[in-house]
């Protein structure tokens, strides 16, 4: 009994059928190969990738506003850290004159 040999195979995705070169192997599946073809692929990975490259630049663009928040209420603290040594001193001053 010969089994016939699959050599293609239709993409789940566009729904087409292309020969099995044309389908990444993956020893999961049954067959051997990817249910969705390697243009198919390429399209999810630049999807996932765009998608990702958003979310990482989201992500450095809110850190780094939380870096500014920081830095700016640091300074506000060491403003008012000063101007309480500086408030100190002159009462000092006043003091001992
Ligand atoms: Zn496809």
Known sequence: ??????????????????P????NKQTAS???????CKDCFREINKVLYGR???KIIKRILSKRKEL????KR?????KLEQKKQVE???QKILENI
């Open 1 to 18: 009994m010969s089994e016939q040999v699959k050599i293609s195979k239709t993409c789940t995705k566009c729904n087409i059928e292309k």
């Open 20 to 23: 099995l070169v044309e389908f």
């Open 30 to 36: 049954p067959d051997g190969y990817k249910n969705y």
């Open 52 to 54: 990702n490259k958003k």
């Open 68 to 71: 500014k928040k920081e830095i």
């Open 74 to 78: 640091e300074q506000k603290q060491l």
């Open 88 to 90: 100190l001193e002159s």
